[in-house]
């Protein structure tokens, strides 16, 4: 009911939205928040907004909100990090849709890579346009550290896994922790407070956000994840290698960074 309120307001209010002009490299940002068991019945709740950002900095800046949600989680969680560990993963997934989406507009997706299946088109999607995803919660960022399982709270494993294979993968960059303060959409699970409010309209406007401080963890951390940079010429190269196609030739000099696992799977 109050994300419907901030959503009639917007509709309602006089005013302008912004809209992302696309001057650079993009990425996706899939901003979430979690309540545990705040809902009748003892269910937990989940909030997000999956915002379209420039490229220009470790997380926020300037941005357009494409998508949105506030529900009840599917799963039973034990915890608020158990709730808040869920959350990131269901955006992490979204993210990454919406990233192959975006590709595919921008014309990241050539023809080469779409014959060799689902799992290259996505992986060449988030190498294209990142994914990241941002939590208020930092106990979040710590888990994803370290391969330690969790013996109090075992629910936590699976998702914790998950998260750090999509990392691991290179199809999620990274996970970035920001101060409750700061966090936009507080206001999808939580009592609204007219900051709260105002915190979502104006990320809902498309208005520049940036945290006063954040941490991360991200797939650098993990092995196999080395960062090399590489000509657009190049990647053609290993892409006819692999699939040979006359009609991608290519000769761009763009340059791209691109994890060590990627490379490895075109056979550079």
Not at 39 to 60: K, L, W, Y
Not at 163 to 181: A, N
Not at 224 to 253: F, T
Request: with cysteine; charged share 25%; glycine share 6%.
């Amino acid at each position: 009911m109050q994300a419907n309120w901030v959503r009639q307001r917007l509709i309602k209010e006089k005013g302008s939205v912004k809209i992302l002009v696309c001057t650079g490299s993009l990425r996706i940002n899939a901003i979430g928040d979690a309540s545990f068991k705040n809902m009748e019945g003892g269910g937990s709740q989940s909030g997000a907004a999956i915002r379209i950002e420039h490229d220009t900095g470790p997380v926020g800046g300037e941005g357009q909100v494409v998508a949105w949600s506030s529900r009840r989680l599917k799963r039973v969680v034990s915890s608020t990090r158990s709730a808040e560990l869920l959350t990131t993963l269901e955006n992490a997934h979204v993210g990454i849709l919406v990233a192959v989406m975006v590709a595919e507009l921008e014309g990241h997706i050539p023809y080469a890579v779409r014959a060799r299946g689902a799992t290259a088109v996505v992986e060449a999607a988030c190498h294209a346009v990142p994914v990241i995803c941002t939590t208020d919660a930092r106990d979040t960022v710590t888990a994803l550290r370290t391969e330690r399982e969790v013996e109090a709270e075992k629910d936590l494993n699976p998702m914790k896994r998950q998260i750090q294979s999509l990392m691991q993968l290179g199809l999620l960059r990274s996970v970035v922790w920001v101060p409750d303060s700061d966090m936009p959409v507080d206001a999808l699970t939580k009592a609204t407070t007219e900051a709260r409010r105002e915190k979502l309209r104006s990320l809902m406007r498309g208005d520049a956000w940036s945290p006063t401080e954040f941490d991360l963890t991200s797939m650098h951390d993990f092995p196999g994840n080395s960062v090399y940079y590489v000509s657009e010429k190049y990647l053609n190269y290993c892409s006819l290698l692999y699939n040979l196609d006359d009609d991608y030739q290519e000769h761009g000099n763009s340059v791209y960074y691109a994890s060590e696992n990627y490379l490895k799977t075109i056979n550079c």
